[in-house]
């Protein structure tokens, strides 16, 4: 305390008017050890009690420190005090009332940040980027950052500037980007002439790829608000491509033609229109110098990105493009790893510098993959992910050629991870795409799949992986549909299935057991809910997989489904966590809707759970029950009547309870309404229709769950087309609210004009119209959004 004491009397001296006192402070000053320094300059800075200007000169010379000694100092601090520094700025830009003091520290924190990014660019301190973003009015991290990269003298810190501002917009919500757009962009664009005119002349161009980068990242963030400012910088980055052919040019090449398709996909086809040729035959030039391009050129990379971005603002009109950039597309994606089997000996020749990765096998022998060019073919294989989803049939003629790359490359652990889930998620596209070819031509290409799809579900590690290739398989059952899958399939997949459930409960024992654990911690906590959270990941793919396989071979599955039924059922026990519950209802949810009414042999185990969970304490489980008791009224039969009846009031209870439409719990209240509706609906025997229908009215209309809101619409156009007296209200007294549930269901996208009740809510309407008395009373209730919604509906359906 008392050498802190002594430290503010030196921060005083140090603003003496008095030569002498301030020249004998600077040297106290230059003698004190510069961890000692950032310490008393914090405490300094924290302290509420300290006057203002001490505060302030601790502030100015703990940034002149980081800037001019920063390598000397930080990296000899250590880890603990490296995090109580960051933790201390933070805090204190939370906490300091003054604006002065609280701008001074910001710029310490940029400073600071700066100097945490390493060569590649990354930045090592990456809470102080969503820090300052949450903190909204210290924007000076910006201002700071630009006028460091305005600094013509050192262009090493002006390209970490640089670096520190693609890290900042690409953490930065486009909201809290906006107000500060115009500033931002006028400064890149004098710093990018200044940078293009220095690289003309001088040939340097280090700068120059790190703002090129920043501006690509602006746009990407930006958005459609882009646009005004494209004009500004399309001609000067075209001029880029077109003459930076020279070798040392590449990486800013590569980094210009990734900015230019990245601004073309920020403000859209319609702008990017009159650019797009140009463009397109400077990439096609670069396209056919391509296989005189080295291996390790990193215009490879940027040129395969980009024309995936193409393909989004194109669209269909980039077919035409495919002959030129298939080729190159599929040799990079066609990257062969070299592989090698090794004994302890050869693994000492080797080291994972050399870019090798290695798994153990155990008897002193390691499986080895040289990892070079992996990340190249991960990127070519996502682009080919890209042209399937976006071109549709249009892509068909390469189907074939890409099937039999994908296939394979599923179950090849080693590679990097992004390789398989491209590989997992091109499976249902190119299925679409081939459809075109006949069933016969389909049905070919899915025998070519399934099995390598299913035994990478039983055989993948990774679980991220695994729930991408889950996924994918069940969507591939959706688009075939009954038949796709043999006795054997069934008989492996079934296993698989079992084997996950079985895993999964084990796991969550696991957990338990190390809850009691004497070393157990908030960390391990963090760590075993991590594990939860993927584990019921996998469980939900689990719920997808049979639901494909019920909606596409309904009751006949059942048999087949009977090996995994205790488990189902033990997910449903009332001492399961919730999303156990959730989930094992849904498996039970498509049981009814698609195994009816031969589901009713298994209601001993699923009603009163059911039932029961329509009061659950948890939203998701409340949803999945209700969800549960529409299927019974539509899909279920005679034998669900009573539950039906039964359901009904709790149902009600859910809907009117106070806190129904709160965030967390609107959708499960939306399935309720929906619910209720299908069984007036389907089994109006079930309940007093006319008692309940005029409160089911003021419950409309649906705004979240927009596949029950389509039900909800259904219902009504059945009541309105039979005129219910009820709905209809005494003279059409209801019609001005019909209008307003109609209108806010089309201005919240709840109807869509694909929808096949959007052309008898437009009919209701223009019966409507015939009235001019009755229409005015009707439109007069709605607002500008509404009316202009209603007028929408009238055009599209």
């Given at each position: ?39 008393f ?19 100015v010379l ?10 000397e ?61 949450i903190?909204?009015p ?50 890149l ?38 646009v ?5 910088f ?63 050129d990193p ?15 194109l669209?269909?009109?980039f ?44 008897d ?31 892509f ?40 075109v ?8 290409m ?5 099995d390598?799809?299913?035994k ?10 695994l ?8 969507k ?8 796709c ?9 079934g296993?698989?299935?079992?084997g996950?459930?079985?895993e ?14 004497e ?13 939860d ?38 997910l449903?026990?009332?001492n ?15 049981v ?15 009603l009163?759970?059911?039932?029961q ?5 948890s ?11 529409g ?19 709790l ?22 309404i929906s ?23 003021s ?12 039900h ?57 119209q015939?009235s ?9 209730t709605?607002?500008?959004t ?5 007028q929408?509906?009238?055009?599209t359906?």
């Open positions: 305390m008392a050498e802190q004491q002594q430290f503010y009397l030196l921060l005083g001296n140090l603003m003496s008017p008095d030569n002498n006192v301030r020249k004998q402070a600077e040297e106290t000053y230059d003698t004190i050890p510069g961890q000692n320094k950032i310490t300059l914090l405490q300094a800075i924290r302290d509420a009690s300290a006057a203002e200007e001490v505060k302030q000169m601790a502030a703990l940034r002149r420190l980081l800037s001019s000694s920063f390598e100092i930080y990296p000899g601090l250590t880890l603990e005090m490296q995090t109580a520094v960051k933790t201390e700025l933070l805090t204190s830009i939370q906490q300091e009332t003054s604006p002065n003091i609280r701008k001074k520290v910001c710029d310490i924190a940029a400073e600071l940040s700066r100097n945490l990014i390493d060569d590649d660019g990354n930045n090592q301190w990456p809470e102080v980027l969503k820090f300052l973003l903190m909204h210290y924007f000076q991290v910006i201002s700071a950052l630009l006028q460091t990269m305005e600094d013509q003298s050192n262009p090493r810190v002006q390209a970490h500037a640089a670096a520190a501002l693609i890290n900042f917009t690409e953490d930065c919500p486009k909201s809290l980007l906006i107000p500060y757009l115009d500033s931002l962009v006028q400064h664009h004098v710093i990018m002439v200044a940078k293009l005119q220095e690289l003309i002349q001088k040939g340097t161009k280090l700068v120059l790829e790190q703002v090129v980068t920043s501006i690509a990242s602006v746009a990407d963030t930006a958005e459609e608000k882009f005004p400012y494209y004009d500004l399309m001609p000067s980055l075209k001029h880029i491509v077109e003459n930076a052919v020279q070798k040392e040019l590449r990486l800013l090449r590569g980094k210009t033609i990734e900015c230019i398709s990245l601004i073309g996909l920020a403000v859209g086809k319609e702008k990017f229109m009159p650019d797009a040729s140009a463009v397109m035959q400077l990439l096609l030039k670069t396209q056919t110098d391509f296989n005189d391009l080295e291996d390790d215009q490879i990379s940027y040129m395969i990105s980009a024309w995936a971005r193409m393909c989004k603002i669209g269909k009109e077919q035409q493009y495919l002959p030129v950039v298939m080729g190159p597309l599929m040799k990079t994606a066609s990257i062969k790893p070299e592989v090698a089997l090794l004994d302890t000996q050869d693994m000492e020749n080797i080291s994972e510098d050399d870019g090798w990765e290695f798994v153990n096998l155990g002193q022998q390691s499986f080895g993959i040289k990892t070079a060019g992996l990340e190249e073919k991960a990127t070519a294989c996502q682009m080919l992910v890209c042209y399937a989803k976006e071109l549709k049939e249009g068909v003629e390469y189907t074939e050629q890409v099937v039999k790359l994908m296939v394979p490359l599923l179950n090849v652990p080693l590679t990097v991870s992004r390789v398989r889930v491209a590989a997992a998620e091109s499976m249902p596209l190119l299925l679409e795409c081939a459809r070819r006949g069933p016969e031509y389909l049905t070919q899915w025998h070519f799949m399934c390598a799809l299913i990478a579900i039983g055989t993948e590690p990774d679980s991220d992986v729930s991408e290739i889950m996924h994918s398989f069940a591939c059952i959706e688009l075939m549909g009954d038949g899958l043999n006795n054997e399939h069934f008989e492996e997949l296993g698989i299935l079992k996950k459930l079985e999964h409960f084990k796991n969550q024992e696991l957990r338990q057991a190390k809850r009691q654990d070393d157990y911690d908030e960390q391990v906590e963090e760590t075993l809910q991590d594990e959270e993927n584990d019921v990941y996998i469980l939900t793919k689990v719920s997808d997989i049979l639901h494909s396989v019920f909606s596409s071979y309904k009751e006949k599955v059942l048999p087949w489904f009977e090996q995994l039924l205790q488990l189902i059922v033990q449903i026990c009332p399961r966590p919730w999303a156990d519950r959730q989930w094992g209802l849904c498996i039970f949810d498509d009814v809707e698609h195994c009816s009414p031969s589901s009713f042999k298994y209601a001993e185990y699923f009163r759970p059911m039932v969970s329509l009061c659950d304490s939203p998701e489980v409340r949803q999945a029950a209700a969800y549960g008791v299927v019974m009224a539509q899909y279920g039969g005679e034998n669900y009547r009573p539950f039906c009846t039964e359901a009904l009031p149902l009600i209870r859910v809907i009117q309870a106070a806190d129904s439409r709160s965030k967390e719990n609107v959708n499960a209240t939306e399935n309720c619910a209720v509706g299908k069984v007036m609906r389907f089994r109006p025997e079930c309940v007093n229709v006319n008692e309940i229908l005029p409160h089911w009215l419950w409309l209309p649906l705004n979240e769950d927009k596949e029950e809101a389509v909800t619409f259904d219902f009504l156009c059945d009541l309105i087309e039979s005129n219910n007296p009820i709905v209809l209200g005494p003279d059409n007294s209801n019609l001005p609210k019909i209008f307003l549930i109609i209108a806010e269901g089309v201005a919240n996208e709840s109807v869509k004009s694909e929808d096949a009740c959007s052309k008898r809510l437009a009919n209701v309407i223009r019966q409507v015939v001019a008395g009755l229409w005015t009373q009707c439109v007069s709605l607002n500008e509404q009316q202009k919604a209603i929408d509906l009238l055009n359906a």
